[in-house]
Structures are given as C-alpha cells and as structure tokens.
C-alpha cells in the first residue's frame, strides 16, 4: 500500500453492492472488496429482494453489512446504499464485476490530490465468464481489452457529488446510471479517469445490456431529457 499522510490514510470509503439473484459471483465481487489496498472500508451490500443465497453469502463475510429490501430494481438499491453510507467517498460495485485490489487506492490518490473533481473512474477490460458465448450486444474488439466508459462498478464519488446531481432514478430499468451520468454532465461535474485498467466486467448471459430494445428505448428518453435541461440552463441564462 502507498504509504499516505493520516489524514488521507483515514478517509472512510463506502463500497455499495447493489444484490438481486446473485448468488453465482457475489463472492467473488466481495472477494475483490477484501483485497483492496485502501482502507477502512465500510461495505453495504443491499438484497434487493432475492430469492437464493445472496444475503447468506453476504452475511458471512465479516464486516459487510446488508439492507434487506422488497424487489425494487437496482437504481432504489444503490439509492438505499447511498443513504446508509457512513462515508464521504462513495463507490459503487454491481453483483458479477471484480475489482483489482489497487483500484480505490488510485481513485483515492487522484481525488485527493486533485480537490475540484467530483468523481473519478477507471478504465475496465471486459470478460466473458467461461461456458458463455459473446453476446450479440458487444461490440467487436470491446472484449479482453482495456475500455474506459462510464460504468458504475468504475467509478468513486464524492458525496456532495452525489448530493448535487441527485439520486439514481428508478424509472430506468436498465440505464439509471447512464441517467444520472447525464445528469452529471449537464451539471458540470468534472471527473477524470484513473489510466490502469482496475475494474474486470464481467460478460455473461443475465447482464442488464442484454435488454437491447429497453436499453435503446430508455437510452431516447435519457438523451431528450438531457436537451430539455440544456434549454431551460439556457433559457435562464438569457434572463439572468
């Protein structure tokens, strides 16, 4: 670990693990929050009202803790996690993706050192879980290599981030964060990225991407919101 000052080797980084059905790599996602080099950790992972052992499997790992919620969707679970976080960094983590043990550690370094960013992220390298063909909504060229992208499992918030833009909105099925991302970037958030590739995503058959025509549907309304807030910043500045 990169020997830091106590007051940065100090910050508290809230991990949230959003849960449903996900028994089959939940520990090894929770493996990979253990191996961080940062710390202290405080880990939330929320069991949006699965019906295997993902809250068993969460239960016996020593110092996680778990919100146990009616199935909601996952925007409502990571926006419980949010509200439980005891930490003023905050990062996200879906159920099936792995962490490389130096990713908050760089996070951390680049958020410290660089106070006026609100959000860092780092680039990923897609995999596909042994057993599974590549599906048909990846792109050529976009697997076993290093991609950068807005991903919730990349990124590490401030929560005053978080505070300003709002919460994850639950009337995206499948897209809630490319929503809020949008909402970031017509705030004027700035973020940056973290070069080494520290996130491993994970390709498989029950991804939420595999949902093309919901994506593509949820996608239309996520970009014509978007102009609509543009207008109306543009409108009050002509005003003001």
């Not at 760089?106 to 596909?128: G, I, K, N």
């Not at 973020?191 to 029950?206: G, K, M, Y």
Request: glycine share 4%; charged share 25%.
């Amino acid at each position: 670990m990169t020997h830091l000052p106590p007051s940065e080797a100090a910050a508290l980084v809230s991990v949230i693990i959003p849960v449903h059905n996900g028994e089959r790599y939940l520990q090894e996602c929770l493996s990979s929050v253990a191996t961080q080099t940062w710390r202290p950790l405080d880990v939330i992972v929320v069991d949006d009202g699965s019906t295997d052992r993902s809250a068993a499997i969460a239960e016996g790992v020593e110092g996680v803790r778990i919100i146990r919620q009616a199935n909601a969707g996952v925007a409502a679970a990571r926006n419980a996690g949010i509200a439980a976080a005891r930490a003023d960094f905050i990062a996200l983590l879906d159920q099936d993706d792995v962490w490389l043990p130096r990713k908050l550690e760089a996070q951390m370094e680049l958020l410290r050192a660089s106070p006026r960013l609100d959000y860092v992220l780092t680039r990923q390298e897609r995999f596909v879980e042994p057993g599974h063909a590549v599906p048909s909504w990846i792109r050529p060229g976009h697997v076993d290599t290093v991609l950068g992208g807005f991903e919730p499992s990349a990124v590490l918030f401030r929560r005053a981030a978080l505070t300003r833009v709002g919460p994850f909105d639950p009337r995206f099925v499948v897209a809630s964060d490319a929503e809020w991302f949008f909402r970031a970037t017509d705030a004027g958030l700035r973020t940056a990225f973290v070069e080494e590739p520290l996130l491993r995503r994970r390709i498989h058959d029950q991804n939420n991407s595999r949902f093309t025509e919901r994506w593509t549907a949820e996608a239309r309304l996520i970009a014509l919101e978007s102009i609509r807030r543009k207008r109306r910043q543009t409108e009050t500045t002509r005003t003001t």
